[in-house]
């Protein structure tokens, strides 16, 4: 019912007014708002460079702005786009990129549906997609090089992660990327790939929604396992701390 509800108001260019005034209306999503401005509260100050990959429908971006942040959000997905033109138009603080990012500069194919958070640039994440794109690639690196070195990354390609981290060759002060608690060893292989970059200073997990630390202080990488204890979350997300 909901997703054909979308469906209809995407039809008739009324989604973005739509999806932004259920979400001023609805308690979950102010609280689930107030979750997120809190946790970047923690993490940034006024006037920091941040990078939003996999930007969806602006949620990190809503809570980097409202924190003071200079966003530069990457979004490939088309349907995304009215959303966030219609959320945050003609904002000096944020620069969106209709792009995706990976290991190496080229094309990929894009699976989504509609505007579901679960697109992804694998053939084989496991969710329904039903469109299918050919997007431009680029790296983090090539990013660096048009906007700066951001003080926070925060990166969510639904389990394309390991290829973007590999287009980057230098430390970003904070990575925050999310975590699947049935792809652990993918995990590590990004803990192994950023050492490759740069010293990890430490690590921490927060919940899915960011209303909770999951470790209480920062850890190393071999640490994660025993603090996190069993059984491992879900779905949460991993900070880590960079010597830059």
Known sequence: MISQAKSLFRQAGLFPVARNLYRNLSPSHRKERLFNKRFYNEMINPGDLCFDIGANLGQTIEA???NNAVVVAVEPNPNCLPVLNYQFPDNPNLTIVNKGIGSTPGSAQLHFKGTDSTASMRDDWPFATDQTLEVEIITLDDMIAQ????????????????EVFKGLSQPISLIYFEMHGDEMDLVFQIFERLSTIGEIAGINVVSGDNSSWLIDGWVKPNELLAKLGEPVPRRANIVVKMNT
């Open 147 to 162: 906007f700066g070195l951001p003080k926070f990354l925060k990166v969510d390609v639904e389990g394309f992660e390991l």
């Open 64 to 66: 980097l702005l409202e």
